[in-house]
């Protein structure tokens, strides 16, 4: 076996691993209360952080597979969990599935695809790369998921009653406040922390001096 086959085998498994680590972080996170902060109808969620990790751990192809598991656990929520899931569920159920999981996709994909394109320009793993990843991950998670709620049920009467708002411009103010705010912030610090020490840990990069 040549020494190229044995490391890329190498590099297989630890993607399979470390995504399969990651999904269950994502899975247990969401069905308890590590996941979800929730205060009044707005839902402030902690998901982004593995998303973020396992984009730097495994590029764009783990964020993808990452940014779904996301998609589909915020997609179960709707089903008893989240009151605004269920709301928007019995509004629509296809569009539901398309707010929750699209976005989620388009994060965890582009997250894993810019931060391997920083990582062309400056050391591969260094604090500078995994802080644009894992603040990227939330800022987008919120554009998109925005974004796509906003397209599909924001002029909504039900959905405005359930923001006590008059207007779209009403509930993207709520969705845009706080609540973002804290997610990028954790994702940003505890995103940055993972995965710098996780690269370190498999050899991927040299501690710093």
């Known amino acids: ?10 590099e297989r498994t630890l993607f399979l691993v470390e995504t399969a680590m990651l999904t269950a972080i994502i899975i247990i996170m969401a069905f308890t209360p590590l996941g979800f902060l929730k205060s009044g109808v707005v839902e402030i969620t902690f998901l982004a952080v593995p998303v973020a ?8 192809k783990g964020g993808l597979i ?3 598991v996301f998609g589909l656990v915020s997609f179960a929520q709707c089903f008893g969990m989240s009151p605004l899931g269920v709301l928007i569920m019995g509004i629509n159920p296809f569009l539901t599935f398309v707010v929750c999981v699209i976005p989620r996709m ?10 391997e394109l920083v990582s062309k320009y400056d050391k591969k793993g260094s604090v500078g790369t995994c802080v644009v990843a894992s603040l990227l991950c939330p800022i987008f998670n919120t554009l998109f998921f925005v974004s796509a709620f906003s397209l599909c049920f924001g002029m909504n009467p039900e959905v405005l ?5 008059s207007s779209l411009l009403g509930i993207i103010t ?3 406040t706080f609540n973002a705010l804290i997610e990028a912030g954790v994702c940003a610090v ?5 995965s710098k020490a996780l690269l370190v840990a498999v050899g991927r990069v040299r501690k710093a001096k």
Do not use: D
């Open 1 to 10: 076996m040549s020494v190229k086959t044995a490391a890329e085998r190498r």
């Open 53 to 60: 990790v396992g984009a730097v751990m495994t590029g764009w």
């Open 66 to 68: 990452l940014g779904t």
């Open 106 to 115: 388009l994060t965890g994909f582009l997250t894993g695809l810019i931060f």
């Open 161 to 165: 009653n359930f923001f006590g708002e």
């Open 174 to 176: 709520v969705l845009l």
């Open 190 to 194: 505890i995103g940055t922390a993972v």
